[in-house]
C-alpha cells in the first residue's frame, strides 16, 4: 500500500472511531451513569497509557488541566449525551469548542484572531440558537446548555493546556492527567447516580 493510501486509510478509520463514540456513549449510558463512564475512561484509559508509555510527567499543572479536561469536560459531555434526543445534536454543542478557543485566544494567548476568524464564529453560534429553537422544551434546553459547557470547559482546557503544557512531554502529562482525573469524578459520583435514577 502507498503511503498516499495508508494516509487516506488512517484518516477514513479516525473519521468512524471518532465518529462512533458519541452512539456508543449514549448504549453505554443505558447501563452505567455519566459519571461512572467518566471514571471508567479515565481510569482504563490512565492504565493503559501508563502501561505502553511508562512515565508520568507530575505535577499541579498537569493535575489542574487533568481536572479540566477529563473531569470537567468528558463529565459534561457524557451528560449531554443523555440530556439530549440525538448524540449527534451532543457531538455539535461540544464542537462549539472552537467558537469558545477563539473568543479566548486574545485575551489568554496574546494572538490575533482574524475578521474571517470571526465571522466564523458568528456562524456558528447562529446555528446552535437555530438548534435551540427545534425543541423548546426544558429538558431539551437544559441538555443544550450542558453540551455548551462541555465546550466552554473543553475551550478552557486547550487554552490552558497551550499555555502551560504543550511544551513538555506530551504522552508522560497525558497519562497523568487522565490517571490524576479519576479520583475527582469519582467525588461526583453520587451526584451522577443521582441524575441516573431520575
Do not use: C, H
Amino acid at each position: 500500500m502507498s503511503g498516499s493510501y495508508r494516509g487516506y486509510a488512517a484518516v477514513t478509520a479516525t473519521v468512524l472511531i471518532w465518529g462512533s463514540a458519541y452512539p456508543l456513549i449514549y448504549i453505554a449510558e443505558r447501563f452505567v451513569s455519566p459519571v461512572a463512564l467518566t471514571a471508567l475512561r479515565a481510569a482504563i484509559g490512565g492504565a493503559f497509557l501508563a502501561a505502553v508509555y511508562r512515565r508520568l510527567q507530575a505535577g499541579w499543572r498537569e493535575l489542574i488541566g487533568g481536572v479540566i479536561n477529563i473531569a470537567g469536560m468528558v463529565s459534561l459531555l457524557n451528560l449531554a449525551v443523555i440530556m439530549v434526543p440525538n448524540p449527534s445534536i451532543a457531538a455539535v454543542l461540544i464542537y462549539t469548542q472552537p467558537l469558545f478557543t477563539a473568543l479566548m485566544t486574545p485575551f489568554a494567548l496574546g494572538r490575533r484572531v482574524t475578521a474571517l476568524q470571526y465571522a466564523g464564529v458568528a456562524v456558528g453560534a447562529a446555528g446552535v440558537v437555530v438548534m435551540a429553537l427545534e425543541g423548546l422544551k426544558p429538558s431539551y434546553l437544559t441538555g443544550m446548555a450542558i453540551g455548551l459547557a462541555a465546550g466552554l470547559v473543553w475551550a478552557i482546557g486547550t487554552v490552558y493546556y497551550e499555555k502551560y503544557l504543550a511544551r513538555g512531554d506530551v504522552p508522560g502529562e497525558t497519562t497523568f492527567m487522565t490517571l490524576s482525573a479519576t479520583p475527582f469524578v469519582l467525588a461526583l459520583w453520587p451526584l451522577g447516580m443521582r441524575l441516573f435514577i431520575e
